[in-house]
């Protein structure tokens, strides 16, 4: 099997004016030599300006969520065609954050994944278990139903990547143990390849939570970790490239 390039991202979620555009080109400065693609996530009306600021360097622009449709009337939504056209080449879809604040389901999730694919954007399709359900054991059934339900068979051959981010990880400062993480991305590959046969091999499974430079060494070796999906410490340029040069 061929290890996945990893993938670190940022998801700056509701946070970033066009002030933090020297952040990110601050990040872009300094991501030289990563052994990782490195991409921010800024929110939807960045996506432009960011994508020129950072022009011909090395940071990909992904998006945070996505209509299933490619327009019509959705007051206040943005189509994944929309990201692609800002400039965008990827999208962060399913994160517990929309699952519970906005209700969408694993069968929502799974058309965005199409709506993404169409637009030629490479979906970033989160999944995570609550700490209610890891107390009562069911991680792992919860993470790969998750799985299962979220990935439409379209992405067959098609560039995508998994984010498992557990819920009570999230902006807590908690992380699970490396053991713990390595059995829920050990789970999440044998499922993938139960779907998409070793086609699956290529797609990263990157790790969300309490990402930050202190603990990004020791995460990102784990076994079936294939890069991070960080939130709070990717809004800080320094902070953002300790964890890409953690790898
Ligand atoms: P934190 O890194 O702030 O815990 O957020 C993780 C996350 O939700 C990334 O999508």
Do not use: C, Q, W
């Given at each position: 099997m061929t290890a996945p390039t990893p993938l670190i991202a940022g998801n700056w979620k509701m946070n970033g004016l066009t002030a933090s555009l020297a952040e990110a080109r601050a990040i872009s400065e300094g991501v030289s030599g990563a052994k990782a693609r490195v991409a921010i996530c800024p929110p939807a009306v960045l996506i432009h300006q960011m994508s020129q600021a950072l022009a011909g360097g090395p940071v990909l622009i992904g998006g945070q969520d996505a209509h299933t449709d490619e327009s019509g009337a959705f007051t206040g939504d943005v189509s994944a065609e929309m990201l692609a056209d800002a400039g965008a080449s990827m999208v962060i879809l399913g994160h517990s954050e929309r699952r519970d604040g906005y209700r969408e389901t694993d069968e929502l999730v799974a058309r965005k994944s199409l709506a993404a694919l169409r637009a030629g954007l490479e979906p970033i399709v989160c999944v995570g278990e609550t700490l209610e359900q890891r107390k009562a054991g069911q991680a792992l059934e919860v993470v790969t139903g998750q799985v299962r339900a979220s990935l439409p068979p379209e992405l067959l051959g098609k560039a995508f990547a998994i984010a498992y981010e557990p819920v009570w990880a999230?902006?807590?400062?908690?992380?699970?143990?490396?053991?713990?993480?390595?059995?829920?991305?050990?789970?999440?590959?044998?499922?993938?390849?139960?779907?998409?046969?070793?086609?699956?091999?290529?797609?990263?499974?990157?790790?969300?939570?309490?990402?930050?430079?202190?603990?990004a060494a020791e995460i990102l070796h784990a076994a079936e970790v294939g890069g991070a999906l960080v939130g709070g410490a990717s809004l800080k340029a320094a902070d953002f490239l300790g964890i890409v040069r953690a790898l």
């Open positions: 999230i902006g807590t400062g908690l992380t699970p143990s490396i053991d713990e993480i390595e059995e829920v991305h050990l789970a999440i590959r044998a499922t993938l390849i139960e779907m998409f046969g070793d086609a699956a091999d290529k797609a990263p499974i990157l790790y969300g939570g309490s990402v930050k430079p202190a603990n």
